[in-house]
């Protein structure tokens, strides 16, 4: 694929993942499942993909009743000097851990498409906790020092939220999540894909 199919490709799967997924139950916070789907759909059309693990926060628009109150919720996020490097020390961090849950991880899982392509199709979790934070699909263009872990991404929407992406790839414990989808959920959203690109 040329570079301009490749984003109108990666900019779709972000957006079809999640409908289809909604669409046949999952629930939006299945991160580990959604980012496998998005990885093997991704493969299906000829792309390099892998799953991607990282660590969010995402911030709320100036003025929002939720300033203040980013939403951390751990996912492999948990020391107050990623905070600091993100400028963000004077914000509360609202934390929660999965660590105590034996059947759960606590990380986020997105795929990297293409070796530059960043998407997070499970970012409508975020409605769960901030709804001040738009959920559109996100798709972060990154290079090799954010796959490295030398530099965050960020995505950054109209009405002034973020979301702040690092890349934490030593942190392999999602290879121990057997979330696996019947394929024909993949196959759907790929033929949709096909379909909105013709």
């Known amino acids: 694929m040329k570079r301009r199919e490749i984003v109108e490709f990666v900019q779709a799967l972000a957006t079809e993942v ?18 496998k789907i998005a990885v093997e759909v991704a493969r299906e059309a000829g792309l390099l993909a892998q799953p991607f693990p990282v660590r969010l926060t995402a911030t709320p628009p100036e003025g929002s009743e939720f300033r203040g109150k980013p ?3 751990r996912l492999g996020f948990g020391n107050d000097d990623t905070i600091q490097r993100l400028g963000l020390e004077n914000l509360k961090v609202v ?36 709804p001040a934070v738009p959920v559109e699909p996100v798709v972060v263009e990154v290079d090799r020092d954010f796959v490295r872990a030398r530099k965050p991404a960020a995505a950054v929407f109209p009405n002034g939220s973020t979301i702040v992406y690092e890349a934490t790839p030593d942190n392999k414990a999602f290879l121990d999540q057997d979330y696996r989808a019947e394929p024909a959920i993949a196959r759907e959203i790929l033929r949709r894909i096909r379909r909105r690109l013709a």
């Open 71 to 73: 939403y951390a919720r």
């Open 18 to 35: 999640p409908a289809v997924t909604a669409a046949a139950g999952v629930p939006p916070d299945t991160c580990v499942l959604q980012a």
């Open 95 to 130: 934390r929660e851990s999965y660590a105590d849950m034996d059947d759960r991880w606590d990380g986020h899982l997105g795929a990297l498409v293409a070796r530059r392509y960043f998407v997070d199709p499970s970012i409508g979790q975020l409605a769960m906790k901030m």
